[in-house]
């Protein structure tokens, strides 16, 4: 009678009264086969751009107890080499599963599975089990389906986690199976978006509500926010580095529009007899005088800046105000202090990159 063999394994089934005189070997090597299929590791080397069969033994005894001349039966299988081009491993009919590492280099791309079905394209560096029916390889890990827990971490706490798909597709995060959930979706493509897409009026949300949070960009660079992705926008540039602007440029005749107030809040100068006033950080400001005072120039400027300071009377009065050369007045005359204990006075001025003009001033003004 002739021999037939099992399915998956492909183990030859004895007959009695067959195999007179190999039978024993024959034995040992189901044992061998039985043995690899359970904890079985061998590695292919399938370097290059041809096509690779896995072997397979289906019936000699492997005389040195060794799983190499036999790759095709093995559980675990590691594909190692440089690829330099598109192959396909195949696995001829068997019907069984696999753990297959993917340790391959070169940016091509390795398809594990049956010779004449359907096989999976395994990426470079993947670990993972799959399985054949003989026909249709199937990437079991591919194919679990959400993942349910309370708490789930990714990284052994010794190094980062990544979170990544399979291939060449997008990644999206949502909650409820993406019912009644916003979704945050990383797109798979050069230069590709990071969107965050809120459920209905819900808010992107910064910070644990106890604490600020920051938006940051990662590295020397500015960021930039806008809408539309770019098209048809204005956007706001926070630029990177020492003194950094934040700009606001507008879209074609698209203004700045301020529902409510903005405003400069009000410094309070320490006085000064020679009278220091950074308009960078305290634009708007008030100083009371103690004694005469002379302003210096004013320190880092900006070409079409308004500044204003209210000059207060201390308690004693007729405090002197004299201006560097570098504040411009109507018929180049400074108007004279008001000398009221108590009282103020309110100059204003525009910076034409060069000098400050007066734009107005107000005397002799009840502050308390």
Known sequence: MASSYTSRLKLERQTSGENSGTWGDLVNYTFNR???GIDGWT?????????????????????????????LHNRTIELFGALTG???????????????????????????????????????????????????????????????STGLTVGNGAASGVLTS????????NTNAGSNSGEITITDAANGNITLSPNGTGEVVVGSGSA??????SGAYDLIIDTNEGTNAGNITLSNGANGDITFTNNGTGVVKFNDA????????????????????????????????????PSNPTTGQFISILCIQDATGSRTIAWNGVFEFAANTAPTATETGGQADLFSFRYNGTKWLSVGTTLDLIVA
């Open 262 to 297: 903005a405003y400069f809040p009000e410094a309070n100068l320490t006085f000064d007899a020679t009278q220091d006033w950074d308009v960078q950080a305290s634009p708007v400001a008030k100083v009371t005088l103690d004694d005469n005072v002379t302003f210096d120039a």
């Open 43 to 71: 590695n292919v080397n399938v370097a290059g751009s041809t096509n690779v069969t896995l072997t397979s033994n289906n019936s000699t005894l492997n005389t040195d107890d060794s799983t190499t001349d036999d790759e």
């Open 212 to 217: 600020a949070g920051d938006i940051t960009s």
């Open 34 to 36: 039985l043995d690899a």
């Open 166 to 173: 399979s291939g060449a597709y997008d990644l999206t995060l």
């Open 86 to 148: 598109n192959i396909n491993v195949f696995t001829g009919d068997v019907e069984n599963s696999f753990t297959v590492f993917n340790n391959t280099t070169g940016s091509y791309t390795l398809t594990f599975g049956p010779t004449t079905g359907t096989g999976v394209a395994l990426t470079q560096g993947a670990k993972t089990i799959v399985y054949s029916d003989g026909s249709t390889m199937l990437d079991v890990m591919a194919d679990l389906g959400p993942v349910t």
